[in-house]
Nanobody
Framework: QVQVVESGGGSVQAGGSARLSCVASGYTDCMGWFRQAPGKEREGVAG???????TYADSVKGRFTISRDIAKLTLVLQMNSLKPEDTGMYFC?????????????????WGQGTQVTVSS
């Protein structure tokens, strides 16, 4: 069993930046960030696989950067040029990906989530 713990988030003005971090208790092939806005389904934001291939949701390309330190079992999401529509609960997940790393089905281990609120 791998435990995943997120940190970071909070409230930020539109156009600002925020940084999310995640630490896993063990190694997994892939890790990713997902988010859920109020009244909406959870969606994949960005993920990174065992070969360091990265996938971003179209809505965050050019604004968000995901990075991973395998030795430290950490995952970071740097979010720039934030928009109100980026508001939501952000979840870090870890698993064994056999397809798109932004698909939930590959992830077995999930954090509790951290809230990001972007005000206009």
């Amino acid at each position: 069993q791998v435990q995943v713990v997120e940190s970071g988030g909070g409230s930020v003005q539109a156009g600002g930046s925020a940084r999310l971090s995640c630490v896993a208790s063990g190694y997994t092939d892939c890790m990713g960030w997902f988010r859920q806005a109020p009244g909406k389904e959870r969606e994949g934001v960005a993920g990174i696989d065992i070969d360091d291939r990265i996938t971003y949701a179209d809505s965050v390309k050019g604004r968000f950067t995901i990075s991973r330190d395998i030795a430290k079992l950490t995952l970071v999401l740097q979010m720039n040029s934030l928009k109100p529509e980026d508001t939501g609960m952000y979840f870090c997940a870890a698993g064994k990906c056999e397809g798109w790393v932004t698909q939930e089905l590959w992830y077995n281990y999930w954090g509790q989530g951290t809230q990001v609120t972007v005000s206009s």
